[in-house]
């Protein structure tokens, strides 16, 4: 089991991207030339966790969160054409608790490459296009520079034959601009 929760953790700390929203959106004020401009991520954790290992036909299921520390990671918005890239490197500190048995892994991104994809901005979702997947984030909060978007985990990985893992929950990235 612990293995198990080694595996898991690994797995969602590089899981950030990937994932679409699935809830109501809320009324928040923001134009796309509000995101024009370079932003820093300076907080990232995780709500409503739930994490669901499957190994030989037996499942246990638990909780899962996540936060980041060591922030040091930047995104950037630019216009015409609409891009975003993100660099950096962040910490993400990884909580899974099973029949009781907690188990934290925490991992370093290590120097992300400046990656790129192109945005949109729609009723306050903002679409992250990158070469192999798209992300839907909504924005539940603007105001004075800073931005807090949310994104839905819904996350599944077989590592071998054997072992299936199902990870859900909310996830929430903050940003304040420079």
Known sequence: MKKA???LTLFISLFITSCSINDN?????????DLIGDWKITNVYTENGKV????????????YSATGK????NMSFTDSPKKVSTSGSITIVATVTIAGQTQTQEESSGEIPNTTGEWSLKNNILTVKGTQETGELTIVKFENNSLVLKQALKASQSLGSLLNIKVTGEQYISLKKQ
Do not use: C, H, K, R
């Open 5 to 7: 929760a080694i595996y």
């Open 25 to 33: 959106t809320p009324d928040v004020n923001i134009t796309e030339s």
């Open 52 to 63: 669901s290992l499957n190994a030989n036909g037996t499942t246990v299921s638990g909780d």
């Open 70 to 73: 060591d922030y040091n990671i």
